[in-house]
C-alpha cells in the first residue's frame, strides 16, 4: 500500500505524528510543569496539499488536541507543518523553560479589627444632620404648644422693649420705672423683644426666642461632635431638647433663650479652636461677656468655659499653652465687663440680692425633678469616659493622648456646671427663675449627658433599649413639667378687663404687679403712668395720690411686708373702696388680686 493513499490521511484521520495516548481525556497533566492553552484558529484553515481539508472549519469534527510534554519539531515543507498555526503555547514544558508560578484564583483579604471605621465620614455627617432636624422639630413642637397669657416676667421685658425700641427708632424718653427689673442689660435683648412685638405683638417675641434656642441646641449638637463624635452629639442634643428648663426658654420673652444661644457660640469657639494658636480664643471673649450682659445669671457658667479652654487645648498644645488660653480668655472676657459696669450691675443684682424665704432643701429636691435624670446620666457618662477612653467615641484617635486625670477633670468641670445654679438659689433662698436658669448648666452639661446614652446603648448599638429607655424617661417628664410651668404663672386676662374700665391716660396708678397691667393697658395707659410698689409709699397713699391700687396677697418675704404697709395706709386714708378681688396660682401658689379705686 502506498503511504500517500493511507487511510491516515482521510479527513477524519489525526496526522501521522499523532499520539492516541494524548487524547485521553483523564490523563493528568501537572500545571506546574507545563501551562498551554490552546487557541482555535479564526476562519479557516488551508492544509498543503490536502484541497478536500480546505473547507474544512477548523472548529469542526478535528477533535482538540490535548496537551503535549513537549512542542514537535517542525521540518518546513513537511506535513507536520499543517497544525502549526492551530496552536498558541504560552507555557512550555519545564525541560526547556522554568515553569511559570500559577496565580491562585481567590484571595482572603486582611480581615480588619473592626468591622466599622470611627474615623469622621460623609454619610454619617449626613445622617447626624438629618437626626439634628429631628431633634429641632420635637424642641419646637414641645414649645410652641406652650401658648398662654404673658406672665409678670414677660411683660415686664415687654413693656421696657417697647419703650427701648421707640427710645431708639424715634428718641421717645423712657418713662417706666421697671428698667432696673430687667435681668440683663435694657439695651440688649428688650429691644429685640420690643421690634418683635411690634410686629407680632407676643407671639412674635416668644418665637424669637424659639430661634435664638434652636440655634443654642445646634451650636451644642456641633460642639459635641467636634469633642466626640456624631453619636454623643446626637443623643446630647437629644436629652437636652426635652428638658422641661429648654422647652419653657424656647416659648418664652426673656433674656434667657438668647444667652444661652451666646453662651453655646462661646463653648462652640473654645472647642474649635483647641488646635489653633492661643491668640485665636479670644475670639470667644466679646461672645461670653455679651451673653453676661444679656443675661446677668450667665456670668455663673464663665468659668467653665475658662476651664473647657485649658482642658481642650491640652492634648495638642500642652499644659502651659492650654493654661495660657483659659487666661487669655478669662481677661478678654472681664475687660468688657469692667469698663461697661456690667460686672457691678452682676454683683448687685444677681450675686447678692435679698434672701427668699424657701427652704433650701426644697430648691435642691424641685431641681432633682427637673434635671435629676439629665444630671445622673452626665456623671454616668463622665464614670464610663474615665474608666475607659475610647468605645469608638473620639473622632481623632490617633492625636489624642489618653490620661484619666484629664478626662475626669473635664467630665467634673461640665457635670459640676450643671448643680452651680440650685446651689445659688438654695443660698439665696428662693426658686424665682430657677426654672429657666438651669438651663444654662445644663448646656454645657449635655455632651457627658450624651456620652452617658451611648455608653448605655454599648459598642455597635448592643443595648439601644436602654438609651431609648432613658431619652423616653426624660421626655415624658419635659413634657408634663413644661406644661405644668406654663400654666403655673397667673392669668393676666380678668385683671386687665377690670382695670381697662377704671384707667384713662392721664391718672398716676400704684400697682404691685409689676409688668401685666402696663402690656395689657398700653392702648389706654402710657407705661410711666404705673408706678411700682417699692415700699415708703404709704404716705402718698393715705392722700389719696394715686387714682388706682392694685396689690397682690400671694407676694412673700419683703414683698409681703410691703403688701401690709399698703393695706394699713388704705384703711387709715379713707380714699379708696375695694371694686374686686381675683383669685390667682402663680408658680404654684395660691394668691388673690385686689384693686382698690379712689373714691
Not at 464 to 469: K, V, Y
Request: proline share 6%; with cysteine.
Amino acid at each position: 500500500m502506498n503511504e500517500q493513499t493511507d487511510s491516515w490521511f482521510s479527513p477524519a484521520s489525526p496526522p501521522p505524528d499523532w499520539d492516541p495516548a494524548q487524547a485521553d481525556p483523564n490523563r493528568y497533566t501537572d500545571p506546574a510543569v507545563q501551562q498551554v492553552r490552546y487557541r482555535r484558529p479564526v476562519g479557516t484553515q488551508h492544509f498543503h496539499g490536502h484541497p478536500d481539508l480546505a473547507a474544512t472549519p477548523t472548529g469542526g469534527q478535528m477533535p482538540a488536541p490535548a496537551v503535549q510534554s513537549a512542542p514537535a519539531a517542525v521540518v518546513p515543507g513537511t506535513e507536520s507543518d499543517r497544525y502549526e498555526g492551530q496552536f498558541e503555547y504560552e507555557g512550555v514544558d519545564e525541560r526547556y523553560e522554568s515553569p511559570v508560578a500559577e496565580k491562585a484564583a481567590y484571595e482572603i483579604p486582611e480581615t480588619p479589627e473592626t468591622g466599622w471605621s470611627a474615623a469622621p465620614s460623609r454619610r454619617r455627617r449626613w445622617i447626624g444632620r438629618i437626626l439634628l432636624l429631628g431633634v429641632l422639630a420635637m424642641q419646637a413642637l414641645l414649645s410652641l404648644r406652650l401658648g398662654d397669657s404673658a406672665s409678670a416676667e414677660e411683660s415686664i421685658n415687654l413693656v421696657v422693649g417697647r419703650q427701648e425700641y421707640a427710645h431708639l427708632v424715634d428718641g421717645t424718653a423712657v418713662t417706666t420705672d421697671l428698667v432696673d427689673r430687667v435681668p440683663g442689660a435694657a439695651s440688649l435683648y428688650p429691644v429685640l423683644a420690643g421690634a418683635a412685638d411690634e410686629l407680632h405683638g407676643l407671639a412674635g417675641a416668644r418665637l424669637l426666642s424659639l430661634l435664638f434656642a434652636l440655634v443654642a441646641t445646634t451650636l451644642l449638637y456641633s460642639l459635641t461632635r467636634r469633642m466626640f463624635n456624631e453619636r454623643v452629639a446626637s443623643s446630647g442634643a437629644a436629652a437636652y431638647a426635652v428638658l422641661q428648663s429648654t422647652v419653657v426658654t424656647g416659648y418664652y420673652a426673656s433674656p434667657d433663650a438668647l444667652a444661652l444661644m451666646l453662651v453655646a457660640l462661646a463653648a462652640w469657639i473654645v472647642v474649635y479652636t483647641d488646635r489653633t494658636p492661643a491668640l485665636a480664643v479670644l475670639a470667644a471673649a466679646p461672645v461670653a461677656a455679651l451673653a453676661a450682659a444679656v443675661n446677668h445669671t450667665a456670668v455663673l457658667v464663665l468659668p467653665t468655659l475658662l476651664l473647657l479652654a485649658v482642658h481642650t487645648a491640652w492634648p495638642y498644645k500642652g499644659p502651659a499653652k492650654g493654661i495660657l488660653r483659659g487666661v487669655l480668655l478669662g481677661i478678654g472676657t472681664a475687660a468688657p465687663l469692667v469698663v461697661t459696669g456690667v460686672l457691678t450691675d452682676i454683683s448687685d443684682g444677681t450675686l447678692s440680692r435679698g434672701q427668699g424665704s424657701e427652704s433650701a432643701l426644697d430648691i435642691l429636691n424641685t431641681s432633682a425633678q427637673w434635671s435629676g435624670l439629665f444630671l445622673l446620666l452626665a456623671c454616668g457618662g463622665t464614670f464610663a469616659w474615665v474608666r475607659r477612653e475610647r468605645m469608638n467615641e473620639a473622632v481623632d484617635m490617633d492625636s489624642v493622648p489618653g490620661s484619666p486625670l484629664r478626662r475626669a477633670a473635664l467630665g467634673l468641670t461640665l457635670c459640676a456646671t450643671a448643680a452651680l445654679v440650685p446651689l445659688l438659689q438654695a443660698q439665696l433662698h428662693t426658686s424665682v427663675g430657677m426654672f429657666r436658669h438651669i438651663a444654662f448648666g445644663l448646656l454645657l452639661a449635655a455632651p457627658m449627658a450624651g456620652l452617658g446614652i451611648t455608653r448605655m446603648i454599648g459598642a455597635h448599638f448592643r443595648h439601644p433599649q436602654l438609651g431609648i429607655l432613658a431619652w423616653v424617661l426624660m421626655l415624658a417628664l419635659g413634657i408634663s413639667q413644661s406644661a405644668d410651668r406654663s400654666e403655673s404663672w397667673a392669668s393676666s386676662g380678668n385683671l386687665a378687663e377690670v382695670l381697662r374700665s377704671h384707667v384713662d391716660t392721664e391718672g398716676t396708678y400704684l400697682t404691685e404687679v409689676d409688668g401685666l397691667p402696663q402690656y395689657y393697658l398700653d392702648s389706654v395707659t402710657d407705661a410711666g403712668q404705673w408706678v411700682s410698689l417699692r415700699g415708703g409709699q404709704g404716705d402718698e397713699v393715705r392722700k389719696g395720690r394715686y387714682g388706682l391700687i392694685v396689690l397682690d396677697t400671694g407676694s412673700s418675704g419683703a414683698a409681703a411686708a410691703r403688701d401690709k404697709a399698703v393695706t394699713d395706709a388704705i384703711r387709715a386714708g379713707g380714699h379708696y373702696r375695694l371694686i374686686a378681688q381675683l383669685p390667682h396660682r402663680d408658680t404654684g401658689k395660691a394668691g388673690v388680686y385686689r384693686v382698690y379705686v379712689k373714691q
